[in-house]
């Protein structure tokens, strides 16, 4: 077992432990222990792709259930090579998930690896909140960056990270002299371009390159302080990125800018010439990236799960499958769960999800499961609720959570108790 931690970014903390998911083999015996355990489907990707400057290409995704009830197990972080031959790794499973109750916390879109620093950024779906994170794959942390519910939010890293430079669109264009490691980092950023939206952002050197839901291609200055929309220089105006509901991704190579929809990729050069305008390919693609260096080549996902590269040299894009999905064949346990049936929940409580998939939640010193679904499996206390973990209602403390500290009165009001602290006025 292994500890989680995961920081909210309200005002609550949570701190999780779950179980690595036991798995072996799929045999007959597997898909008749369901819901305990399931035998692998396809893995469903999720969107976004990074690239570990040694080769592979990165994303990730969590294996369906051969039963077809969807995802089953453990999301995780898996790679394939990028010169081709489909030959999937998993990196490490991802720990965290909390899926039912009021804690819902979901991995689902991968945004950017960064290899000198061995970091990754994902975005958790936290309560119905977006969440912009980090995931520590040695402490099995989410660490929460930014909550960007309904924000038109946009991240781009600077290339080198001995140097490091991030920019990101919201409403507005803001730029940090470093990579964000925490939600106070917001508060440091400095307003480059007021007021300007973008669905496309790139660094390159101390230039910035964007898209806009108007099909523009914008050109700016990382040195721009509180500058206007009108202080950007505008390249070229695309309708078919204008008409596009939405773009899957935007990149630099070294003389063009590429962006990505569901009518496939299209470039024009960073000068704005729109007689040089390319098309690579013709498909529906959800994510795409490049090496970080020259980009003689884009990684990138379709629709239907598929990782594939295409050239950017010569007059005719070549186009390599990396990886389709695939089952491995392996049976998994439900998570926290072990043994040859999949039924062994040691120093835990097994806690039913709406999809009526079982979880093994080990239990703290206390007794009480290190994660819960409802308040009422952290005991009878009325004093705790529920919220990923079982925690004390506010002002309360203690191991019943009972105590209301400072001399506080516990007032009761619709069956809800409240610590309530007097202050004493003292008039000279």
Not at 151 to 179: C, D, H, M, R, W
Not at 199 to 218: A, P, V
Not at 349 to 370: A, E, Q, R, T, Y
């Amino acid at each position: 077992m292994k500890k989680i931690k995961i920081l909210s970014i309200f005002i609550l903390s949570l701190a999780i432990i779950i179980g690595l998911v036991y798995s072996r083999q799929c045999d007959d015996k597997c898909k008749q222990g369901y819901p305990y355990s399931s035998c692998n489907g396809n893995l469903n990707l999720y969107r976004g792709l990074g690239y570990d400057g040694n080769g592979n290409v990165i994303f990730s995704g969590k294996y369906n259930s051969s039963q077809g009830t969807g995802g089953f197990g453990l999301p995780g972080i898996f790679s394939v090579p990028s010169s081709g031959g489909c030959q999937l790794s998993k990196r490490f499973d991802v720990l965290g998930e909390i899926l039912d109750g009021p804690g819902y916390t979901a991995l689902d879109y991968f945004y950017k690896y960064l290899p000198q620093l061995n970091r990754y950024y994902v975005r958790f779906n936290q309560r119905g909140s977006p969440i912009f994170s980090i995931y520590n794959q040695d402490t099995n942390e989410i660490q929460p960056v930014f909550n960007i519910f309904n924000t038109p939010f946009v991240p781009a890293f600077s290339q080198n990270e001995s140097n490091p430079f991030f920019v990101y669109g919201g409403y507005g264009i803001y730029g940090l002299n470093k990579y964000p490691t925490d939600r106070s980092d917001a508060q440091q950023a400095k307003l480059l371009y007021q007021s300007q939206i973008v669905n496309g952002l790139e660094i390159d050197g101390d230039q910035l390159y964007m898209t806009t839901y108007q099909g523009q291609f914008l050109k700016g200055s990382l040195n721009c302080l509180n500058c206007t929309k009108d202080q950007l220089q505008l390249l070229v105006t695309d309708s078919e990125l204008a008409a596009a509901t939405s773009i899957s991704g935007f990149v630099l190579t070294s003389d063009y800018m590429y962006f990505s929809y569901s009518g496939g990729i299209k470039g024009y050069p960073k000068n704005g010439d729109a007689s040089r305008v390319r098309k690579l390919v013709a498909e529906n693609v959800v994510a795409m990236t490049t090496d970080g260096g020259s980009g003689d080549f884009i990684y990138y996902q379709t629709d239907s799960g598929m990782v594939k590269s295409v050239s950017t040299t010569g007059n005719h894009p070549q186009v390599n499958i990396l990886y389709t999905p695939v089952s491995d064949n392996q049976c998994q346990c439900a998570v926290g769960f072990s043994g040859d049936d999949c039924r062994q929940c040691d120093n835990g409580m097994v806690l039913w999800g709406s999809n009526g998939i079982p979880m093994c939640s080990p239990l703290d010193s206390l007794g009480k499961p290190k994660t819960c679904y409802a308040a009422y499996q952290c005991g009878s206390s009325p004093f705790i609720i529920c919220n990923g973990t079982c925690t004390c209602f506010p002002g309360f403390s203690g191991n019943d959570c009972t105590l209301c500290g400072n001399g506080g009165e516990i007032v009761w009001e619709n069956g809800y108790p409240s610590c309530v602290i007097q202050i004493k006025k003292i008039f000279t």
